[in-house]
């Protein structure tokens, strides 16, 4: 089993702070957006250090833009660092990806042109961003809606390599690879049989809206039964790999989620011969 | 900058363009196909742009936006992710400069409580945020030793702010989040105090123009022998004392002091008044 196998998570959503403590949901872990909490203090801080008092938490950052071209921002990983000093999370992941240059953020997650150039470019600001946090960090494939005439390699070979290189790990967010090979027409399989298994720390599940032409990562449904079944091969290749939902938009009540969380339990439990999977994670030992 | 991040650097000025202002440079470089040409590929991005400030701007400002109606709040919306792109890395922040923008524009600058209204709402979001500092309670004021009175100076909470308007915008943004017809805009003078209660819940209140002063003074570093005698121009003397003790234990159970201190330690207070 993975040494790092938390369990079955959930995003930590404001509109779930309240539900969490007080019924203490059979939750194994919460992820958090790391921007929703640098902010001094108030309700999201107090929030934050009381579940995390009972809960293990990893940190998700959206905004490093570590494939733009502009300098790292030192600040905001100065302030990062100083949220998991806070937090103490299992650990820190962002984006493979660029949202912003010369100071604005589109606060969208943009794709990169798969080239050597460009893996040569994140790899070394990858290098850069563990030495200041001081641990290896963890990127995520993005979901997209455009390729560029320049790439040169597919979207696997890219992330393979720039993790690789840059001797990071992988989020690797299941319905992401699901919405970009339906955009790009690629076939899901193949990607997850072309990653190392040994990068692969997290998983992330999610819903999408699906317009026939296209999919967008829209975080707003239920996951859907491709989502599922696709899921379910990751699980065959990567073994026992800490899984969470991901919602952002018409965001349901707590238990909808936790009805959604035992789905990808029982698939994890059919699926793994390990006794463990689907178990709390508190009577796992985590690393 | 290398030539391979030179290339990368021109494609993300050319998507960033086509973001902020429909540019389409950037679609030459774009792979289309059967499903969709490059052009609708790229207006997901755009349109996903868009999207998402205009969400923070409907929930940051629903007062706002109720009181401006659909199309003025779509005419605002417009103008403000025109004019101004995101310098944040979070979208918390993405409207701290609405109200200047609604004061600088050439329609709802007519109208200059819309831009109050919008400060107001981004005042109660800074409170709401603001950093923990414990507070001091009556009993910390009935401890204190009686020849540290005179010297005594005030750390108010960091989620307390002054908010100061010449016209009637908060009165406004009360009739609306109660669903009642707001009033007609009217110009007053107003002060009003904004800050996060014990609970961690926002609130605030009117400031009568004694507590204003009082307010001032302690901001500004002067001790409690200097508000009693601001306090005894006001009430005259005989009434000072108990006056000035009363809105001492108010603002103490209000939870608007952090630390009582003789030691003339800068206090800390964001203020957030009309320039």
């Known amino acids: 089993m ?11 959503r404001t509109q779930h702070f309240n539900d969490v403590l007080e019924s203490r949901p059979d939750v194994d872990w919460f992820e958090i957006i790391s921007e929703n909490f640098m902010v001094a203090g108030g309700k999201p801080k107090y929030y934050l250090h009381a579940i995390r008092e009972q809960y293990p938490l990893v940190m998700h950052g959206v905004s490093m833009s570590i494939g733009s071209t502009e300098p ?10 100083l949220l998991a000093n806070e937090v103490q999370p299992q650990w820190i992941s962002d984006h493979l990806c660029w949202t912003g240059l010369e100071g604005v953020n589109s606060h969208d997650l943009l794709p990169m042109p798969y080239t050597e150039e460009a893996i040569d470019h994140i790899a070394g600001r990858i290098m850069q961003v563990q030495e200041t946090l001081g641990r290896q960090l963890l990127l995520e494939n993005v979901s997209s809606y455009i390729s560029y005439t320049e790439s040169v390699m597919s979207e696997w070979e890219f992330y393979s390599e720039v993790v690789e290189r840059a001797d990071c790990l992988m989020l690797l967010d299941i319905n992401n690879i699901y919405v970009s090979s339906r955009n790009h027409n690629f076939d899901a399989q193949t990607y997850l049989n072309s990653i190392n298994p040994e990068r692969v720390r997290q998983f992330h599940l999610a819903g999408h809206s699906d317009y026939g032409t296209h999919v967008i990562d829209t975080h707003d449904h239920d996951i859907c039964d491709p989502v599922w079944a696709l899921y379910r091969k990751a699980l065959q290749r990567f073994g026992a790999v800490s899984t969470m939902i991901e919602r952002d938009d018409n965001i349901p009540p707590l ?6 969380l035992q789905i990808a339990r029982d698939i994890a439990a059919e699926v793994l011969p390990c006794p463990h999977a689907g178990k ?8 | 900058m290398s030539k391979s991040s030179g290339m990368l650097h021109l494609r993300q000025q050319q998507m960033m363009a086509a973001l902020l202002a429909g540019d389409d440079a950037i679609t030459a470089h774009i792979a289309g196909d059967h499903n969709l040409d490059a052009q609708q590929r790229l207006s997901i991005y755009q349109s996903g742009y868009r999207l998402r400030l205009r969400e923070v701007i409907d929930n940051d400002h629903p007062v706002l936006g109720s009181y401006l109606g659909d199309d003025l709040f779509e005419q605002m919306v417009d103008g403000y992710i025109e004019s101004v792109p995101s310098r944040y890395r979070s979208l918390r922040y993405y409207c701290d400069p609405l109200p200047d923008y609604l004061k600088r524009d050439s329609f709802f600058g007519q109208y200059p409580h819309i831009a109050e209204l919008a400060r107001f709402e981004r005042g109660l979001l800074s409170s709401f945020d603001a950093p923990d500092w414990d507070t001091a309670s009556v009993e910390t004021l009935q401890q204190l030793p009686p020849e540290l009175w005179p010297g005594m100076q005030l750390r108010f909470h960091p989620s307390l702010q002054l908010f100061s308007s010449h016209d009637n915008a908060v009165e406004i943004w009360q009739a609306i989040k109660a669903d009642q017809t707001p009033p007609n805009p009217s110009q007053q003078s107003a002060c009003w105090v904004i800050w996060r209660n014990r609970e961690r819940l926002t609130e605030f209140r009117s400031a009568a123009p004694l507590e204003q002063r009082l307010i001032h003074c302690f901001i500004e570093g002067e001790n409690f022998t200097t508000a009693a005698e601001l306090t005894a121009a006001e009430v005259g003397e005989e009434a000072a004392a108990a006056e000035l003790l009363s809105v001492l234990v108010r603002w103490l159970e209000l939870g608007w002091i952090s630390q009582l201190t003789g030691l003339g330690t800068q206090p800390t207070l964001e203020i957030a008044e009309k320039p």
């Open chain 1, 72 to 81: 790292l921002d030192k600040d905001y990983l100065q302030r990062l660092k």
């Open chain 1, 2 to 12: 993975n040494d790092h196998f938390l369990g079955f998570g959930l995003g930590l």
């Open chain 1, 255 to 260: 238990n909808q989620l936790l009805d959604e």
């Open chain 1, 280 to 287: 709390p994670a508190a009577q796992l030992e985590i690393r």
